[in-house]
């Protein structure tokens, strides 16, 4: 027992994210307001290994967007800040996107409970991580992405590593090179960000680039789906006031009408926003509409150019 703790430690010894760093030493003497810079001054960092990622992001992008097309899932797994980063763009995507809840999906170390409380030992485990995944049954259609800081959490590795035997397309995201997720995965997404300003904690400036990188890659998906017409968020479910406002402006910047039209479109498209779409760029009633998009698969404007080429 003794002995895993000792080879524990030296092998977050050698993780970046874990070594302390030089910018906030003395941090605890420091006024509020230079630590407030120090901080600020680290996550400026964040963008550019983000940036320097970029052409595994998009390749990520194409991977998950193609299994989402064949009807697969993506299935996002971590433990700690990591899973809950994860939970989070999952969840946000139905009222984002109006996808179905099962089309973004999340497994967490610990299960629902660790979202709002830890229960750090679970990410030690292996056998708990492919027991997890096993419940999703991922397959060929499927992609499955573990995230993880270090990218050696056990219960991440397990779990990717059981995805890809079982067909699953799969992907890491880290901020370290050469880790046992990034070797795991068949893509890797690394985002070297560095030491904390707090030594050995994540959710800082590794948190957040998780938070971009999967912000960018459900973002980017659903874009290529065709659920965002520009950049307007047009595939939206007007579940309340503010949605149903904010459908009303979306569509009157995307067709170019008063608000009145707006609302009067929407009515007439069943309170439906894509409907409501391409019956007024493409000139066709609600039925036209609501088929063009079934064959164009909720792709928005494949939907507007196959109504306006009758």
């Avoid at 928005?300 to 150019?305: D, F, K, M, S, Y």
């Amino acid at each position: 027992m003794n002995r895993k703790r000792t080879k524990s430690r030296a092998d977050l010894s050698h993780l970046f994210t874990e070594q302390a760093n030089r910018a906030s030493r003395d941090l605890d003497l420091k006024s509020s307001l230079e630590i407030a810079r120090i901080i600020n001054a680290e996550d400026a960092k964040v963008a550019a290994a983000v940036k320097r990622a970029l052409p595994q992001i998009a390749g990520a992008i194409t991977l998950i967007t193609s299994a989402l097309k064949r009807g697969g899932r993506l299935i996002y797994v971590g433990a700690g800040t990591s899973g809950r980063i994860a939970a989070l763009d999952a969840t946000e995507c139905p009222p984002t996107f109006n996808t179905d809840p099962r089309t973004v999906q999340f497994v967490m170390a610990g299960g629902s409970k660790a979202l709002g409380a830890a229960v750090e030992a679970n990410e030690d485990s292996s056998k708990l991580g492919e027991r997890e995944i096993t419940k999703k049954k991922p397959g060929r259609k499927d992609v499955v992405v573990g995230i993880t800081a270090s990218g050696r959490t056990p219960f991440t590795v397990a779990a990717v590593k059981y995805a890809r035997r079982h067909g699953a397309q799969t992907i890491a995201v880290t901020c370290n090179r050469n880790s046992l997720l990034e070797k795991a995965a068949h893509l890797a997404i690394v985002t070297e960000v560095g030491p904390e300003v707090i030594a050995g904690s994540s959710r800082m400036k590794a948190g957040t680039a998780q938070k971009m990188v999967l912000n960018i890659l459900s973002s980017g998906a659903m874009t290529r789906l065709g659920y965002v017409y520009g950049n307007l968020m047009v595939n939206v479910h007007l579940k309340n006031e503010k949605l149903w406002e904010r459908g009303i402006l979306i569509l009157q910047q995307a067709a170019g009408i008063e608000r009145e039209a707006a609302k009067a479109a929407l009515k007439s498209a069943g309170n439906s926003l894509p409907v409501a779409l391409v019956m007024l760029k493409a000139g066709v009633g609600r039925v036209e509409a609501t088929r063009f998009l079934r064959t164009a698969d909720g792709h928005v404007r494949q939907a507007i150019a196959a109504a306006r080429s009758l």
